[in-house]
């Protein structure tokens, strides 16, 4: 139940992001096959190994490789860079670094209401859209 424990709440927001990044991730993957490796005509059979190879690379990887290759706008790649850097800390770091803070009822209360505003955005757990979202896998 929301409110109840605001650690939950805290770890729903993680995995949530994690789900999103991985969107991402094939996302871009996709978009490197179908920009520099497929050819017209070649049909989704002989494409998806291509893809499913894509897929089995980091972010990093595919970002570099879509930079280097002119894929993406000079901005856009300043911004992804960005984000990679954050996505890297929430897989790598953010429960060690964060492991006392958690610790803390109030102090994660206290984030969660900041200045993330997630109380505020529709699409939080206390809206009821996360507690009736089901995974499709």
């Known amino acids: 139940m929301?409110?109840?424990?605001?650690?939950?709440?805290?770890?729903?927001?993680?995995?949530?992001?994690?789900?999103?990044?991985?969107?991402?991730?094939?996302?871009?993957?996709?978009?490197?096959?179908?920009?520099?490796?497929?050819?017209?005509?070649?049909?989704?059979?002989?494409?998806?190994?291509l893809v499913d190879k894509a897929e089995a690379r980091t972010m990093g990887s595919l970002l570099r490789e879509l930079v280097t290759k002119g894929s993406v706008d000079p901005d856009l790649g300043d911004r992804l860079a960005g984000l990679l850097a954050e996505r890297n800390w929430l897989v790598h770091r953010s429960r060690r670094e964060s492991r006392e803070l958690l610790q803390d009822e109030a102090r994660v209360s206290q984030l969660l209401l900041g200045s993330t505003g997630w109380r505020t955005r529709p699409w939080r757990s206390q809206s009821g859209w996360l507690r009736k979202w089901r995974p499709t896998c």
């Open 2 to 49: 929301e409110g109840q424990d605001p650690r939950a709440d805290a770890m729903l927001m993680v995995g949530y992001a994690l789900w999103q990044l991985q969107v991402l991730e094939e996302g871009l993957a996709t978009f490197l096959v179908l920009r520099h490796y497929a050819t017209l005509g070649m049909g989704q059979e002989a494409a998806q190994p």
